[in-house]
C-alpha cells in the first residue's frame, strides 16, 4: 500500500511538472514581459516610427522606389495598407518587452470583402531585441491571428538580401512564389489542410 501510494505520488509530482512546464513553454511570455498587444496611435506612434527609423531598419522595410515616398505616420494614422486612401484596413500589432516596444507587425486582407488572402506587410525586432526568437513569437502570433480572421493563405515579402528573414519564413512553412521582383523576394504561406 506504502509502495502504491509513493508511486502515485510521484506520478502526480510529474504531472505538475510537466504542467508547469508545459504552460510556460507555451504561454504568451508575459510573466517574462513578453507582450503582445494592439498598435494605439496615441501611445505607440513614435516609438514605432523610430524603430522604422534606426539604424538601416528603413531599407530593409520598405521598397527603394518608395523611400523618398512613403509615409510611415500615414500607414500607422489611418492603420491603411494604401499610401493614398484611408482605408483602414491594417491590424497593427506592437510587441512589449518590459514595457519597451521591442517590435511591430501589420497585416491586412488584400482582398476587400474577403478574408482568405493576407499580407503580412511589416515584421521588424528593434537591434537590442534580435537574436532571441522574438521574430518567430511575433510571425506566430500574426499567422494564429489571421487564420482565426478566416485566412488560407498569407503572403510575405522581404528584400531578396534579407537571408534570416527568409529563413524564418521558410521554416515556418511558407514557400517562395517568386524571386523576379529585383528587390524583394515573395513567399507564400498556406494553412494546412485538415
Known amino acids: 500500500m506504502k509502495k502504491r501510494l509513493f508511486f502515485i505520488g510521484i506520478f502526480v509530482v510529474l504531472i505538475g511538472i510537466s504542467f508547469y512546464m508545459f504552460k510556460n513553454y507555451f504561454s504568451d511570455n508575459s510573466s517574462s514581459g513578453f507582450v503582445v498587444r494592439d498598435f494605439d496611435y496615441n501611445k505607440d506612434h513614435q516609438a514605432v516610427d523610430n524603430l522604422f527609423h534606426k ?36 491590424v497593427l500589432k506592437v510587441c512589449l ?51 482565426k480572421r478566416g485566412a488560407i493563405r498569407i503572403d510575405i515579402a522581404t528584400r531578396n538580401n534579407n537571408f534570416r528573414a527568409q529563413n524564418l519564413y521558410k521554416s515556418f512553412g511558407a514557400k517562395l512564389v517568386d524571386s523576379d521582383d529585383g528587390d524583394f523576394v515573395h513567399f507564400s504561406w498556406y494553412k494546412p489542410k485538415l
Not at 56 to 74: R, V
Not at 119 to 145: E, N
Request: zero cysteines; hydrophobic letters at 40%.
Open 97 to 147: 518587452i518590459d514595457g519597451k516596444i521591442a517590435g511591430f507587425f501589420s497585416y491586412y486582407p488584400k482582398i476587400q470583402g474577403s478574408n482568405k488572402i493576407w499580407q503580412l506587410l511589416f515584421l521588424i525586432v528593434d537591434q537590442d531585441f534580435r537574436r532571441q526568437g522574438i521574430a518567430r513569437k511575433l510571425l506566430t502570433s500574426a499567422v494564429d491571428d489571421m487564420v
Open 55 to 90: 539604424d538601416d531598419n528603413w531599407y530593409w522595410m520598405i521598397s527603394t522606389q518608395n523611400t523618398d515616398t512613403y509615409s510611415i505616420d500615414f500607414a500607422l494614422r489611418y492603420k491603411t495598407s494604401s499610401q493614398h486612401i484611408k482605408k483602414q484596413d491594417m
